[in-house]
Nanobody, 117 residues
Framework: QLHLVESGGGLVQPGGSLRLSCVAS????????THWYRQAPGNEREWVAS???????KYADSVAGRFTISRDSAKSTVFLQMNNLKREDTATYYC???????????WGQGTQVTVSA
């Protein structure tokens, strides 16, 4: 059974930084694409960033230039470095892993990010 566990969320002032982590257990991480999404209260879940084997990272326009997604396959972990945070970045952040061979998706439980003075 695959499990995804996010961590690293918290309260930060505008302009600050946070680094989110998502650890995958029970999966062939190296053969999976990894993604970050976020959902603010009253809004639909939106895609933030993706990192897939052999492909360049991709970002939503709203975070490009401020967020960086990276992977550590040895630790089965995907990171989201968030810099220059804005109030509109406040949301629950979720990681998603897709097993490339089967197309099966897995989601983490989410970690809350609050950007406020």
């Amino acid at each position: 059974q695959l499990h995804l566990v996010e961590s690293g969320g918290g309260l930060v002032q505008p302009g600050g930084s946070l680094r989110l982590s998502c650890v995958a257990s029970g999966a062939r991480f190296i053969a999976a694409s990894t993604h970050w999404y976020r959902q603010a209260p009253g809004n639909e879940r939106e895609w933030v960033a993706s990192a897939s084997p052999g492909r360049s990272p991709k970002y939503a326009d709203s975070v490009a230039g401020r967020f960086t997604i990276s992977r550590d396959s040895a630790k089965s972990t995907v990171f989201l470095q968030m810099n220059n945070l804005k109030r509109e970045d406040t949301a629950t952040y979720y990681c998603r892993l897709r097993e490339i061979s089967t197309g099966t998706d897995y989601w983490g439980q989410g970690t809350q990010v609050t950007v406020s003075a």
